[in-house]
């Protein structure tokens, strides 16, 4: 039997259920996918990661478009003197750090979360290894 064949065997063996759902049910399904990203998202940084690593007070409140925002009570951690900062968990999960002020525009959540835990950005990062090293 040749590799088409064993492919084509194997095909036929697995039950395609996209075709017979509606459109409208697949943008249920892709919604209540992004609901659990955000919820998850939102869990971990309330029970896990603020207890765990960030000493900061916030107020939590869910905004017009389904967004959920974290405001930092004593304001922006980068400059005391602002006091419109937020961490932010959008609809699609990812999370994001804004101060509304001009001097920290170029201020995200990796700059955030590496004042309280300094090893978050580093610690995921392949090992590029030996073979990667210039040769002299």
Request: net charge positive.
């Amino acid at each position: 039997m040749s590799d088409t064949d064993k492919l084509k065997r194997l095909a036929s063996m697995c039950k395609d259920s996209d075709k017979t759902i509606t459109r409208q049910q697949r943008q249920q399904r892709f919604n209540a996918s992004i609901i659990r990203d955000q919820a998850d998202m939102d869990a971990w940084f309330s029970e896990k990661w603020c207890p765990e690593y960030c000493s900061e007070s916030f107020e939590r409140s869910v905004l017009y478009d389904g967004n959920i925002m974290y405001k930092l009570v004593d304001g922006c951690i980068f400059d005391r003197n602002h006091k419109d900062a937020a961490i932010i968990i959008r609809n699609d999960g990812s999370i994001g750090y804004n101060c509304f002020h001009d001097s920290c525009v170029d201020k995200h959540w990796k700059d955030f979360r590496e004042q309280f835990d300094p090893i978050a950005n580093r610690k995921y990062k392949p090992w590029k290894g030996i073979n990667n090293a210039k040769r002299s």
